[in-house]
């Protein structure tokens, strides 16, 4: 049995590394990403998307929007208990030995119960006083231990203070960019506002800053992956809807506005910049994501050819001077434009539980809860839920 025991010091040394190389690989390394807690949580994720599946999207929804903080939780949960267990087994060998540890006989106590209280009083360094290291070997290792925990717990709160800011700006742009284009998936309303009266450096002043702002969430998802498990139960609140507009906005801007007209828009160098954030972060959220897009297939390639005919159709009826419909290098443009951003963007909605049409939905100002709601949209409102209301019963 004492051979047996002894078995149990490389096995606790082990985790112990473990913790401390998740720790640094999650905290402190800003391009490694941990191959242990991360694997964990896209796991955990597909299990949640598979038990939601089939479920009323409200339901599905409330289940999901679980799945960030409980990653987040059980993070700090599994590091705690690495190291608590890790070191457990370290002592496991001395609990008995007089030279070790002085115990009390205050009450019956297991070798391993014993060692797993000490080793977890030793981490949150409460320290009681009826279980005494004696050792200086081993009163070396209490201190290791109590300097871990502390540590622990300091990198804990910088990771929740790195991670959770992060969320409302995600959040925040997406409200932001749905005022901007009224609630549209793409660039119509913007154009209105903006190309219609004028205002073409205030509108490539606003592209420059939507740029940065994707560029730098972005970024933080590959420094901090759980980010890609953080699902709002709103759709016109994720990121996926962020990808969704900028793409629209590109789309519109650069690919749908009347070229001759609009000249100055077309070719501002701010918008070529956007259109190109736009693929790098796409390509950078598959990369750090572990996502594989599938290939386009000629539905899809229809489906933008059809969507690009709409888009024109939309600008026209905004009183916006859009593309002729024989401007071929217009329409393979964005043809070209959708091919390359739309199978990104559909894989990564998957990824997150969302259909892709919920990232394209027009969200009207009550949807969004604005308080500009008028007062025919409201009762409108009001007269579908009564109608989805009476079909549920």
């Not at 700090?76 to 540890?101: C, E, H, K, N, Q």
């Not at 981490?123 to 925990?149: K, M, N, Q, S």
């Not at 450096?201 to 998802?221: F, M």
């Not at 701010?270 to 994501?289: D, K, N, P, W």
């Amino acid at each position: 049995m004492a051979g047996l025991a002894w078995m149990t010091v490389p096995l606790g040394l082990g985790l112990i590394a473990v913790a401390m190389l998740d720790v640094f690989l999650t905290v402190l390394h800003v391009q490694v990403e941990s191959p242990i807690s991360n694997r964990v949580n896209r796991q955990l994720w597909r299990l949640m998307l598979a038990a939601s599946r089939g479920l009323p999207d409200r339901s599905r929804d409330e289940i999901l929007g679980w799945g960030a903080p409980l990653m987040i939780g059980g993070i700090l949960m599994f590091w705690s208990i690495l190291y608590v267990v890790g070191f457990a087994l370290v002592y496991l060998p001395f609990m008995r030995d007089a030279t070790a540890f002085s115990v009390s006989e205050a009450g019956p106590g297991s070798d391993l119960g014993d060692a797993l209280y000490f080793s977890a009083t030793s981490f949150v360094t409460t320290g009681y006083g009826d279980i005494v290291p004696v050792h200086p070997l081993v009163r070396l290792l209490a201190l290791l231990e109590g300097g871990l925990g502390l540590t622990t717990l300091s990198l804990s709160v910088t990771y929740l203070l790195s991670v959770y800011p992060l969320i409302g700006r995600k959040m925040s742009l997406a409200q932001s960019l749905n005022q901007e284009t009224g609630g549209r998936a793409d660039a119509v309303i913007l154009a209105q506002r903006y190309v219609c009266s004028g205002r073409y450096e205030a509108l490539a002043q606003r592209l420059s800053g939507i740029n940065d702002a994707l560029l730098q969430l972005g970024q933080s998802h590959a420094l901090y992956p759980v980010l890609y498990f953080v699902r709002p139960r709103e759709g016109h609140l994720s990121f996926v809807r962020v990808l969704a507009v900028v793409q629209g906005i590109v789309a519109t801007l650069r690919y749908g506005l009347d070229r001759r007209a609009y000249a100055d828009v077309v070719t501002d160098p701010r918008l070529l910049i956007l259109e190109e954030g736009l693929l790098s972060t796409l390509h950078m959220l598959a990369e750090s994501s572990h996502l594989a897009p599938a290939r386009a297939t000629p539905a899809d390639l229809e489906a933008a050819s059809h969507d690009y005919v709409a888009l024109l159709d939309a600008l026209r009826e905004h009183g916006i001077e859009a593309a002729s419909p024989d401007d071929r290098a217009a329409r393979e443009g964005h043809n070209r434009f959708r091919a390359a951003t739309d199978l990104y963007l559909r894989a990564y909605a998957e990824n997150a539980g969302y259909h892709i049409t919920v990232a394209r939905a027009f969200y009207t100002r009550r949807d969004r809860n604005t308080a500009l709601v008028g007062e025919a949209e409201r009762q409108r409102g009001l007269a579908e839920d009564d109608d989805r209301s009476q079909a549920v019963s």
